[in-house]
Structure formats: structure tokens, C-alpha cells
């Protein structure tokens, strides 16, 4: 090994940080004070920059000083007010959606996705994004073109939209509040019961239906028969249940009481603080579902020590344990008391929420170990991948200094939970479900179709400061099933022209 003074080994520079401690993730939810990126909020002028390459981070205390602007600039949704017109290639999605799903459903599917755009008489999408952050002037003056448009697109707001819940404009929802199935809904549902009656359920089909989203009256057992959670024997899933959960609380008995203990105290008091401040509110913040989610990821960060608890890690729960729920009740979660539900019931969807999402971070352990090697890999490779398939927003980030690092680290930290509702993010995993290798590999082309999704967004925007409000304020509070099909069809196109061709990331 080298003993050269100027290249220490990485590990010794960093004798505080070690494998098995709690590793902050600056630019989810907390970063330290940054002169550069409080200036977003007209707090203090930008410092003059030096152009020039950056330097490469060599230690992970730099690391994080580069990751440090990845947050949340606001938690006021209401002001995220409507969603832009469609800026992908129509004709090319839709073209590539009706393929994708004749290739995924099969030949006997009743018709192609229901893939909608926004109409020229939609009160909320009026061809141009409507933003509320960056509307006015931050930081510097604008010349009088500026500020005559952006008095434009002021009188254009319209008004203050409704909420919308947890599974509104889900098509597959038959729950009161609610329309009725369409043909089309009804006859895949009965798909997917006719596949997950039979004695040994076909896993390659099951994947092929149910990459085009999943209903909800199946989407519980569909999603622990994807994750290799329960066999697809169908005599031994009750047999295997039972193990899991017992194993599970099994592991309660036997760690639990060691949350306060000197060596896992940090880790437990890290957990009980980020769960407060996880999305929905009106469901992570009742008593019970908090208890839960502090047991689930306790257990979890003491039984893998070369990561621990990493903050975003505690978003990966929520969408298990929200389908899981979806088991036991027919309402709307968000504005259900969990715990009315039995006491069996509860402990069975903590148990299964628990090994499915261990299932899923086996799959990216990487990116949540010391110095969270697996991310970096992934937003240089959205880097070099963006820079193909639309090179005049890379070029555009590149000429106002934005780095991919500075935003796309919480895209792949938190899986887009951060950027989208959470009804998009249960209909996102049900491919990730189906998709080989979905949240490991196929995430890296949701993100970059995710983010060319946005070029026009992206183009006219004219500052550092305006470039990374909008990137992390994306409006998409309105989105749903149709949105994220289009958005998984693009995908799947660039995965198709890039995936088995990796030098082609480069030019």
C-alpha cells in the first residue's frame, strides 16, 4: 500500500466515518450552511465563481460539501401550482408507449395504455411551466424583457388548485369517492386473479402484466411475489409467511432493547428524528405508524453494518407499508387511523414491509455504504447519458454551473420519492417490480427521461439560482397514471438504445 504523505489512503483521512455508523446525507433533507446556495434565497450575493473544471472530491467531507444543495427549498406544495405541457417527442411516446405495452401485456390486452396529454384549454397547462419560487427576481436585476414576462406568467396563475389525496387519479382505484372500473380495468384484473390463482404462478407473465401498472385489489401479493418476498408456489406462501413474520419479530425480541445502548443510541435517535419529517405527514405522524417505521428501520440498520442508517432510507418504507395497508381497508390511507386495524393485521404489514424493503435495498446496498458509491456511479452515468440524448440541456447546465451531483443525488438516494406524490411512486415501483433489475438499473433512464421531460423548464432559465429551484421543485403535485407511463415509455426507449450499448454513453 501507498505511504505517499500527499495520497493518503481514503479510509485514514477519514478515521470518524467508518462502515456501520450513521452517514448524514446532506441533500435530502438537512444540508449545512452553504454561502453559495442560501444566496437562492436572496439571503447573500453569490460569490464571484473562477470557470474552470471542478475539482474532483478526493475525501468524503468534500463530498459532502458538493452534495450540499440537494434539499428542499420549500415546503409549501400548494404554491407547486400546475403541471407544464407535455416537452417530450408526442409522437415518439406515444408510438414507443403502444409498443411497450403490446410487448409487456401480450397480445390479448384489450387496448394500448390510456396515455393523455394536456389540452390547449386546461386552465393548468397553458404550454409554459407556471412556477412560484422563481417568478420574481433572486439576487440580481432583470432586464425589461424579463420582467414583462414574468409579470406575464404571474397574471397567468390560476387559481389555487384542490388537494389531492394519496390515490386520487389512480385508474385502478374502485373505492367509494371514486368512478367505477372501465372495461379495460376490470378485464386486467381479472389477468392478474387468473395468474395468481393458479397453483404456481407464471413470474415472467406476471412481470409482463404488470410493468403497465397493477391494480389495487392484487397489487399486495403481486408486489411480494415480484420481490421474491413469497414463492410462486401457492401451497407454501402461508407456510412461508409465517416463517418471515416470526423470524421478524423474532429479531424485535432480540435487538430492539439495545436502541439505547451507548453503541446503536445515534442510530436510533437519527431514525426517531427523520421520521417526522417523512411524506405523508397525516400518516407517519400517528403514534402507531411511527413506532413502526422506528422498529423496521432499526432492525434493519443493525442487522447491515457496512452501511447502517442513511438518511433516505427511511423513505423506502413508505410505500410498502401504504400497500400493505391497502390489504386490510378500502379507504383512502392518508385519512385512515392505522390503529383501528387488529393488532395481527398490524404486525403482518410491518413484518412483510420490513423484508420487502430489505429485498429492495440488497439490490442498491451500494449506494447507502461509506461514501454512498453506488450514487456517484449512477449521476456520473445520468450525466453522460443526458449529455447523448439531449445535449443542449447539458450544455445548458453546464454554461450556468450546475452540477448533476447537486440535485440528481436525491433522485437516486430517495428514488424520486422526493419529486413526485406518492400515488406516482406506487404506480413507478410496480415497474420497478417487473422491470429486471428495475430499481438498480432502470431507475438511471426514468431519471434521465425525467429530467429531459423538463428541457423547455430547463432552457429558459437564465441563472444558477432559477436552474436549481426549479430542479427541485418540479411540478408534478398534479401527476398520475398517465403522466408516469409516458414518463416509463421514454425510459424503456433509452434503456433499449443504451443498455446493451454502454460506450455509447459517450460520444
Not at 411551466?129 to 414583462?148: C, F, N, Q, R, T
Not at 428501520?297 to 438518511?311: C, D, E, K, N
Request: proline content about 7%.
Amino acid at each position: 500500500m501507498s505511504t505517499d504523505g500527499n495520497k493518503k489512503q481514503f479510509w485514514k483521512r477519514n478515521t470518524a466515518k467508518v462502515p456501520g455508523s450513521i452517514q448524514h446525507v446532506y441533500g435530502a433533507q438537512h444540508p449545512p450552511f452553504d454561502p453559495l446556495l442560501h444566496c437562492l434565497f436572496g439571503l447573500l450575493t453569490p460569490p464571484p465563481t473562477t470557470p474552470g473544471k471542478p475539482k474532483k472530491a478526493t475525501t468524503f467531507q468534500e463530498f459532502e460539501s458538493i452534495t450540499s444543495d440537494a434539499w428542499d427549498v420549500g415546503d409549501d406544495d400548494d404554491e407547486l401550482l400546475a403541471m407544464a405541457a407535455q416537452n417530450l417527442n408526442i409522437e415518439v411516446v406515444m408510438e414507443t408507449a403502444n409498443k411497450v405495452n403490446n410487448q409487456m401485456v401480450g397480445e390479448g390486452d384489450v387496448t394500448s395504455p390510456e396515455v393523455s396529454f394536456p389540452s390547449q384549454s386546461s386552465p393548468y397547462t397553458d404550454g409554459r411551466l407556471v412556477k412560484s419560487h422563481s417568478e420574481a427576481p433572486i439576487g440580481s436585476p432583470k432586464d425589461a424583457a424579463g420582467e414583462h414576462a414574468a409579470l406575464h406568467r404571474q397574471r397567468s396563475l390560476p387559481h389555487r388548485p384542490p388537494v389531492i389525496p394519496l390515490v386520487a387519479r389512480m385508474a385502478d382505484q374502485n373505492t367509494s369517492g371514486t368512478p367505477a372500473m372501465t372495461e379495460r380495468e376490470a378485464s386486467r384484473l381479472d389477468k392478474f386473479k387468473q395468474l395468481l390463482a393458479g397453483p404456481n404462478t407464471d413470474l415472467e407473465e406476471l412481470r409482463k402484466l404488470s410493468w403497465s401498472g397493477i391494480p389495487r385489489q392484487v397489487r399486495p401479493i403481486t408486489w411480494k411475489l415480484l420481490s421474491g418476498y413469497l414463492p410462486a408456489n401457492a401451497e407454501r406462501r402461508d407456510s412461508v409467511l409465517q416463517r418471515k413474520r416470526q423470524e421478524y419479530f423474532g429479531f424485535i425480541q432480540q435487538y430492539y432493547d439495545s436502541r439505547n445502548d451507548e453503541h446503536h443510541q445515534d442510530t436510533y435517535r437519527q431514525i426517531h428524528i427523520d421520521i417526522p419529517r417523512m411524506s405523508p405527514e397525516s400518516l407517519v405522524l400517528q403514534p402507531k405508524v411511527t413506532e413502526i417505521f422506528e422498529r423496521i428501520l432499526f432492525i434493519w440498520a443493525i442487522r447491515h453494518p457496512a452501511s447502517g442508517y442513511v438518511q433516505g432510507i427511511n423513505d423506502l418504507v413508505t410505500p410498502f407499508f401504504v400497500v400493505y395497508v391497502f390489504e386490510y381497508i378500502e379507504e383512502e390511507v392518508e385519512n385512515f387511523d392505522v390503529s383501528s386495524l387488529k393488532e395481527e393485521a398490524l404486525r403482518n404489514i410491518e413484518a412483510d414491509s420490513f423484508w420487502c424493503m430489505s429485498k429492495l435495498l440488497d439490490g442498491i446496498q451500494d449506494n447507502y455504504t461509506f461514501a454512498q458509491p453506488g450514487i456517484q456511479r449512477k449521476v456520473k452515468a445520468l450525466e453522460e447519458l443526458v449529455s447523448r440524448i439531449d445535449e443542449s440541456v447539458h450544455r445548458h447546465m453546464q454554461q450556468y454551473e450546475v452540477e448533476y451531483l447537486q440535485f440528481a443525488f436525491r433522485w437516486m438516494n430517495n428514488l424520486l420519492m422526493r419529486e413526485l406524490p406518492l400515488r406516482c411512486t406506487i404506480r413507478l415501483w410496480d415497474t420497478y417490480q417487473a422491470e429486471p433489475e428495475g430499481f438498480s438499473h432502470f431507475h438511471l433512464y426514468v431519471c434521465a427521461a425525467f429530467l429531459v421531460r423538463w428541457r423547455k423548464e430547463i432552457l429558459e432559465e437564465r441563472d444558477f439560482q432559477g436552474l436549481m429551484i426549479l430542479l427541485q421543485n418540479l411540478p408534478t403535485m398534479h401527476w398520475g397514471n398517465e403522466e408516469v407511463s409516458v414518463l416509463l415509455a421514454e425510459a424503456y426507449r433509452l434503456k433499449f438504445a443504451f443498455a446493451d450499448a454502454p460506450n455509447h454513453y459517450k460520444r
